[in-house]
């Protein structure tokens, strides 16, 4: 029988969410790491909340009426960068290729959307996830590391840097204007919600921004132009979103400042991409997208 590849109805929720937990309740346990998808409820939930995003896009593959996977791509407009993920596929299913096809189908319709940029953040410790991307043209840029742990507080920030909340476009734009120049594209979309939720920080010196953060947390993400202004970011969280946030594994100073700190390493994550990459220019923290 042929497989089917078509896009996701909210009726097809519960099947697809509960593959999601399923096939990380499968690499989880094996590996002794907590499940990224805790629940069937959080794995039919987050596909919903997929679904309702409109720079969100996701197929799924059948086989005579019964999911078996299901794959998302996610655009982040003005950002040239597009994301893959989750992708999955039902444990039993597994070795059939079908991780194989939905991946194609996701860089075709990003191919489509016009974008070269292809991110995701891959869990290091499956192998199969690995070659898969691999053989679809991802190369490894940045491991990383979950970071789980209290908020800081501005107890713990000695730094007399001016720290406050984005409050209008034009503290979007010069934020902005600092990604761009460290990443090398704007990522605008997800400032301006970060501004709207009221988490945004930025760090000001004699009218000059030094860094600034789209919420301290796994879908957040944070520029600086040191690691002393990276701290001063993560200092001054008053919460941290989700379960945690990603900090690239190879910046010693700020993981062993968390460690001392009391945080702790919770997972590892690889960031990989296709296409056009600038090593950020200064100390940075990724999203679980990018
Ligand atoms: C990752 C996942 C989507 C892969 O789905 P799949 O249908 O098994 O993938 P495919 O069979 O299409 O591709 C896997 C490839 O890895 C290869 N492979 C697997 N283990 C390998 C190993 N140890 N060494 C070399 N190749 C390996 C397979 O041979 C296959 O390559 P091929 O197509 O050239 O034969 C599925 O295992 C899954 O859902 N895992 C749990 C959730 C998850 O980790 N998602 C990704 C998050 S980053």
């Known amino acids: 029988m042929s497989l089917v590849i078509r896009p996701i109805e909210h009726n097809d929720a519960e099947s697809c969410g509960n593959i999601g937990y399923e096939a990380h309740k499968a ?90 940029q292809i991110r995701l953040v891959q869990s290091p410790s499956h192998i199969r996830s ?65 501004k709207d939720q009221g988490i945004a920080t930025m760090i000001e010196q004699n009218g000059v921004i030094t860094g600034y953060s789209a919420g301290i947390g796994i879908l957040g993400h944070a520029v600086a132009n040191s690691n002393e202004d990276l701290k001063v970011l993560i200092a001054n969280a008053s919460v941290i979103l989700g379960p945690g946030f990603f900090v690239p594994a190879r910046n010693h100073e700020i993981i062993n400042w968390l460690l001392e700190c009391g945080f702790q390493i919770g997972w590892p994550a690889n960031l990989m991409t296709i296409g056009p990459y600038q090593e950020p220019l200064a100390p940075f923290l990724p999203s679980l997208a990018y």
């Open 27 to 116: 690499i989880s346990s094996a590996h002794g790491y907590p499940s990224e998808q805790h629940s069937e409820e959080f794995g039919i939930g987050l596909i919903n909340s997929l679904l309702d995003n409109p720079n969100s896009w996701g197929v799924l593959a059948e086989r005579q009426g019964k999911t078996l996977g299901s794959i998302f791509l996610h655009e982040f407009p003005p950002s040239p960068v597009a994301v893959i993920g989750p992708l999955t596929v039902h444990p039993a299913a597994e070795g059939g290729g079908i991780g194989r096809t939905l991946m194609e189908a996701a860089l075709t319709r990003a191919s489509k959307q016009n974008h070269d």
């Open 130 to 194: 690995f070659v898969l991307y691999t053989k679809c043209g991802f190369t490894l840029r940045e491991p990383l590391f979950l970071m789980q742990g209290q908020p800081l507080k501005v107890s713990n920030n000695t730094s007399s840097a001016n720290v406050r909340l984005l409050r209008s476009d034009s503290d979007v734009s010069v934020c902005d204007e600092l990604c761009k120049s460290i990443h090398g594209f704007s990522r605008e979309m997800e400032l301006r919600q970060a």
